[in-house]
């Protein structure tokens, strides 16, 4: 079945570190991919997304290219504010001709001062 | 243009009782999807309703239960609370499409 897989948390990075949280998904057909991102105590935000190979999503510094041959969409941030402390989730949608999302199970980030 | 709204914020339940959340989706969209965020665990997909009709279920006991209203807000219900069911649960809407969640806040539910 269609899944994605994250790499675990926490991730304790400085401020002006590189950020790279990997993404893998396992679907059939041509889902669209997402980032959403978590802050404490609130719902959670579109962060980017990608709607097809190659596309690469970009927000607030954040980035995340959609590579089909290997099947991932992994974020990465040049340089980590400690605001971007957070839990991001990926996400995939259109697989198997569903609207439903499917998301990984979330990577938590903290960014020390 | 006012986004998903979800009523209450927190709710605090007696295992055993029944919980009713409501969401308001975006002015739009037809589609409502909820998710359970347990403590410490990913987002698990509970129900998604479109046009009134549910659509698909998540893999949750039938005591978890949902309708879709004419103006396409939505209420989930859980009967015969247990302490597990405790979490933040988190609606999201999307137009027909599909394309473009939205989240709510969500409704923190607390079952002692």
């Known amino acids: 079945g269609n899944s994605v897989t994250q790499m675990e948390g926490p991730v304790t990075l400085s401020e002006e570190a590189f950020l790279t949280i990997n993404c893998t998904y396992t679907?059939?057909?041509?889902?669209?991919l997402f980032w959403y991102v978590q802050y404490p105590g609130e719902g959670l935000q579109l962060l980017l997304k990608?709607?097809?190979?190659?596309d690469k999503g970009s927000n607030k510094g954040f980035e995340a290219t959609y590579r089909k041959e290997t099947t991932s969409f992994h974020l990465e941030k040049g340089s980590v504010q400690v605001s971007d402390s957070a839990v991001y989730f990926c996400?995939?949608?259109?697989?198997?001709?569903?609207?439903?999302?499917?998301f990984g199970t979330g990577t938590r980030l903290k960014v020390l001062a | 243009e006012a986004g998903v709204t979800q009523s209450p914020t927190h709710l605090i339940k007696t295992r055993g009782q029944q919980a009713t959340l409501r969401c308001s989706p975006i002015?739009?969209?037809?589609?409502v999807y909820w998710y359970q965020q347990a403590l410490g665990l990913g987002l698990q997909f509970l129900l998604w309703?479109?046009?009134?009709?549910?659509?698909n279920r998540g893999n949750f006991p039938p005591r978890f239960s949902g309708r879709q209203f004419p103006n396409y807000s939505s209420e989930l219900n859980v009967n015969a609370l247990e302490l597990e069911d405790s979490a933040l649960y988190l609606c999201?809407?999307?137009?027909?499409?599909?394309?473009?969640?939205?989240f709510g806040s969500g409704t923190r539910l607390t079952v002692v």
């Open positions: 999201a809407s999307s137009p027909l499409s599909g394309y473009g969640y939205t």
């Open positions: 996400a995939l949608s259109g697989a198997s001709g569903t609207y439903k999302y499917i």
């Open positions: 679907a059939t057909g041509y889902p669209s």
């Open positions: 309703y479109d046009e009134g009709e549910e659509r």
């Open positions: 002015s739009g969209h037809t589609s």
């Open positions: 990608a709607t097809k190979a190659d």
